[in-house]
């Protein structure tokens, strides 16, 4: 499968990503390549297999429903680049 | 053209878990900023999240009161999307594996039942909380409520107006509350809706052009948001105009709706499983297990209200909308059978009450102002004629908060029904002799009188006379008094 342009564009805009036109030009070269070489696997019959959605075979890890954090904003906010109060403090947001 | 709309809601109930979804911090509500926040769901890097069980079992609560399909190997999921109350950069979700699938809730729609459809109900968890006024260029952040869990449901577009949208969040809102699973505060918003909202010409079956609406914080909201966008669609179209697919946020001062700045790609939120949590995989015995431990539901307990006790369909909606409610009533039936008369008395004296305490915002009344032994026993007391009904109000005034049974506190204060003739006929005379102005206009053809001279002998017997008594002896002796 060839990638477009214009989709590297977008996946690039859904994660926040600013490219060159130089970078975009060279990632949808690399991405069409990687996909390429992944589109080998429609080779197979798969028919007769389960779908793979999971690398652990085991299931059901849990936590029972207890409290067991100590609070500590003051740790929690140590590395944040601004806060006010307690709170988290961030360019401000436009809906 | 005659249009009818087509509405779906998607709902947001938060659960009553004690602790959050993936990790051990608390999920108590009205903490300090951040106060109940840590590295999971703080979204810090190589921490790993652990599902708690309790989310899962409040998921086939709700799917199996919902005849919903449970899914014996669901998964989690990553949706993505930036957002800064969302600190991890994606949503843990479900999305191909959701919990609960195909179900169906039943509306009651002035007595006749409609069947709404569910798509699906999903495990999820809650984002945070931002602050955007009054902080200059800056908006603030507030992560307590970031992995507090939710269930999403989703219903089919089986709406047809939203009187029915109404009903059918209402109904939605006693089986989650029945089962103990989501507390349904609107104001607190453990109990959130969006609309999804299309009109079509009368009669047709395709879908049209679909709107989704957020922002909706009460019943009232959502029915007005609805109507609203109804009549804003017929316009559109019936003017020529085109509607398109997007999202509306309902401005409550203003009560329209307006278009959402689109987000680019929106709705790409490129969903897949998540790596760090294992599959759920729920077998026959869990659920058999949560299947026996299900309460009697609002809609049969309302239909046994009607059968067991007679009562009319007004009673039996109102008394099972809580299940507290209906316990209290039940526990008082079983005292003393007067079933019609103890619903009155709850569905006025002990609901003023309630409201004045507030109580009625409490999901579960654990403590009543009137004990349901002493409200039988007060119906009792009327049934047997040893109180009259305007002292029976007295009585349940004195009976609040009270550790004494009416029978006490009637004898107490000394409020016994006067049944004895001589006493009766001994103040009647007293009225008697005390008006005979007004028992010559009686005389004279006026029987209003009759209504006066019966509230004086009852105020001079401090309204302990019984009003029969009182009648027919009155009655008699002004008879006798004509005749002579």
């Given amino acids: 499968m060839e990638l477009t342009l214009k989709e590297v564009q977008h996946v690039a805009v859904l994660a926040r990503l600013r490219l060159t036109p130089e970078e975009e030009k060279q990632f949808t070269e690399q991405l069409g390549r990687i996909l390429q070489y992944m589109e080998k696997l429609g080779q197979l019959d798969t028919s007769q297999v389960e779908p793979f959605d999971h690398a652990a075979t085991s299931a059901n890890a849990f936590r029972d429903d207890i409290v067991s954090n100590t609070p500590n904003p003051a740790a929690i906010l140590a590395n944040a680049p601004a806060k006010e109060q307690t709170f988290f403090r961030v360019p401000k947001i436009i809906e | 053209m005659k249009y009818e709309s087509v509405i779906g809601l998607e709902v947001h109930a938060q659960l009553l878990t004690q602790s959050k979804i993936f990790c051990g911090c608390s999920t108590q509500f009205g903490q300090a900023p951040n106060y109940n926040t840590c590295a999971v769901c ?44 969302l600190p991890k950069g994606y949503q843990i979700s479900q999305y191909e594996l ?136 017929m316009d559109t179209l019936s003017e020529g105009g085109k509607l398109i697919q997007e999202t509306r946020l309902w401005d409550e001062n203003k009560e329209q709706t307006r278009a959402m700045r689109s987000k680019e790609s929106a709705h790409d939120y490129r969903y897949f499983p998540d790596p760090d949590l294992l599959p759920v995989v729920i077998d026959e015995k869990w ?134 003739v001589a006493r009766i006929e001994t103040s009647i005379d007293q009225i008697l002799a005390a008006y005979p102005k007004q028992i010559a206009d009686y005389r004279g053809g006026n029987e209003k009188i009759f209504g006066f001279l019966v509230g004086q002998v009852m105020k001079s017997m401090q309204g302990k006379a019984n009003p029969q008594k009182v009648n027919e002896i009155l009655k008699a002796k002004l008879s006798c008094t004509i005749s002579t």
Wanted: aromatic share 8%.
């Fill in chain 2, 287 to 420: 659920i058999d297990e949560i299947h026996t431990s299900l309460p009697e539901l609002p809609g049969t307990r309302r239909s046994r209200f009607l059968s067991q006790y007679a009562l009319p369909l007004y009673d039996a909606e109102l008394l099972t909308s809580r299940r507290d409610i209906a316990d209290y009533f039940e526990t008082a039936v079983t005292i003393y059978p007067n079933a019609k008369a103890i619903s009155n008395w709850i569905m006025g004296e002990l609901f003023r009450i309630l409201k004045e305490r507030k109580l009625d915002q409490q999901l579960y009344i654990k403590t009543w102002p009137v004990r349901a032994e002493y409200l039988a026993e007060l119906v009792q007391l009327i049934d047997q004629d040893k109180i009259s009904g305007k002292i029976a109000k007295m009585v349940f005034d004195a009976l609040v908060d009270a550790e004494r049974s009416p029978q006490t506190i009637v004898k107490e204060k000394g409020l016994e029904q006067v049944s004895d």
């Fill in chain 2, 98 to 233: 959701p919990i609960c699938a195909n179900g169906y809730v039943d509306i009651d729609l002035d007595g006749t039942s409609k069947r709404v459809r569910l798509t699906r109900i999903h495990m999820e968890e809650d984002a945070g909380k931002n602050i955007h006024d009054g902080h200059g260029d800056s908006s603030l952040v507030d992560f307590n409520r970031a992995g507090v869990p939710l269930l999403e449901i989703v219903s089919e577009p089986d709406m047809r107006n939203p009187a029915e949208a109404g009903i059918y969040l209402r109904t939605l809102r006693a089986i989650l509350q029945y089962l103990d699973i989501c507390d349904g505060n609107m104001e607190q918003g453990s109990f959130r809706c969006d609309a999804n909202i299309s009109i079509r010409p009368q009669g047709t079956d395709a879908l049209g052009t679909k709107v989704e609406i957020k922002n909706l914080n009460s019943f009232k909201a959502i029915e007005k948001a609805l109507e609203y966008e109804t009549a804003r669609q």
């Fill in chain 2, 42 to 85: 703080i979204g810090f890097p190589g921490v790993l999240p652990v599902l708690n069980k309790k989310v899962v079992e409040f998921a086939i609560r709700a799917g199996l009161a919902t005849h919903c399909e449970i899914t014996r190997s669901s998964r989690l999921a990553r949706k993505n999307y930036f957002y800064p109350d």
